[in-house]
């Protein structure tokens, strides 16, 4: 007797059960608004179909449109396209099953491999974590099947003082893609991880860096992390010239992640010598960067221990003055504010080095233009104070003003 094939689900189910395996689905079966399968296709006036969901959406919106041609719709009606939807079942059914089965075949090498986690060491637990690592990056549908085996506790178990760096690095390329449970992130906030996480991350390839600060931001998001270590890994991170911006980029938001929490680690910012390394680097940073810099080297001002810090850098007050202008309002806020901090304290120096650097000449730019009222005040009041120590005629000079504007 002739075996009979299994009735598939309806085409909602199959969309929903195949969505990790749609590389392969026909672009005409892909809606235009959504680029997902459509579930029920209707076509306009003009021709062009949509998945019927996506298209009410956008004509509730006001649009009397095409949402591909732009052209104007002289009829809102739409017409179910029975013949597509037609093609669309029969591609689903009919790949149903073999994609089920090889899903099935992947779930079962993914259980394997944390089964042997337990049994195997050295290169073979390595080889064993990248393949489950590989597996979990081309198949999202198999991160429900290693949760569902306690692969959460099993992989950040093998975190711990004496976890070899590549065992590490991939055990982490394998956390960031998992949802982790709150029980996990506690246990991964254990200051011997947080250490090796820095010590993988400065340690390991541009690939594992960015595992590595993922993770953290993860831990950081779900509560507060205070190692020493991790900042001075972060800022190790951060001034390394070899890492390509991105890397950069990842530690110092980390850092200001960390130093937005609490005024401890503020301090501990400072302790560990961070100031005049960020300062040094301000040049070298790209926009993105060197707003988050500033905006760590604005809060970390907000201390005494900061402002002294601040204060005692030879090349702050020129470094932050040579890049007001190269900046965003925000970044000009922050630089106004960290030289606000450093007058406070040496109020003649300040204003010398400022001026001389060329910041009167930048501020009367920033007065004239059209930027928001709170950085105008703020130019206009540094502006006076830095004329205290000069003569009408050698301040103007400073100035580097044209006739006219004089």
Request: glycine letters at 4%; a neutral charge; proline letters at 5%.
């Amino acid at each position: 007797m002739q075996e009979t094939m299994p009735t598939p689900p309806p085409l909602k189910v199959l969309i929903e059960e195949m969505e990790s395996s749609m590389e392969d689905v026909p672009s005409v079966f892909i809606c235009p608004i959504s680029l997902e399968p459509m579930r029920d296709p209707v076509t306009l006036c003009t021709g062009q179909t949509y998945d019927r969901s996506n298209i009410l959406k956008w004509l509730s919106l006001g649009h009397n449109t095409c949402p591909t041609t732009m052209q104007h719709l002289w009829d809102l009606s739409l017409t179910p396209n029975t013949t597509l939807h037609r093609f669309i079942l029969t591609w689903f059914s009919h790949n149903y099953f073999s994609i089920k089965k090889s899903l099935q075949d992947v779930q079962r090498t993914a259980f394997h491999l944390l089964e042997s986690l337990n049994k195997v060491k050295g290169q073979a637990r390595v080889k064993s974590l990248k393949e489950l690592r590989h597996l979990l990056h081309s198949h999202a549908s198999i991160r429900k099947t290693v949760v569902e085996h306690n692969g959460l506790a099993l992989v950040s178990s093998l975190l711990g003082p004496f976890t070899s760096h590549a065992v590490g690095s991939e055990a982490v390329g394998i956390l960031v893609k998992l949802d982790l449970s709150s029980e996990v992130k506690k246990n991964l906030m254990h200051p011997s991880k947080v250490s090796l996480l820095v010590d993988i991350m400065n340690e390991g390839t541009v690939e594992t860096k960015m595992n590595c600060a993922k993770l953290i931001e993860i831990l950081l998001l779900e509560g507060h992390v205070s190692s020493l270590s991790l900042l001075v890994g972060l800022l190790r991170l951060v001034r390394d010239k070899k890492h390509p911006t991105g890397v950069v980029l990842n530690g110092l938001m980390l850092i200001k992640m960390m130093c937005g929490s609490q005024e401890s680690v503020r301090t501990s910012i400072v302790r560990i010598g961070a100031v005049p390394q960020l300062v040094d680097l301000l040049p070298t940073l790209n926009d993105e960067c060197l707003e988050i810099a500033l905006f760590i080297l604005e809060v970390v001002s907000t201390i005494p221990e900061g402002r002294m810090a601040l204060k005692d850098c030879p090349n702050v007050v020129i470094n932050v003055v040579k890049l007001l202008m190269r900046v965003s309002e925000r970044c000009k806020l922050f630089a106004l504010s960290i030289l606000w901090a450093i007058y406070k304290l040496a109020p003649e120096q300040c204003a010398s080095e400022a001026v001389e650097a060329g910041l009167a000449a930048k501020l009367l730019l920033v007065i004239q233009s059209g930027c928001n009222p709170v950085l105008k005040h703020m130019s206009a009041e540094f502006l006076k104070l830095c004329s205290l120590n000069y003569s009408a005629s050698i301040f103007i000079s400073k100035c580097m003003l044209t006739t006219t504007i004089q």
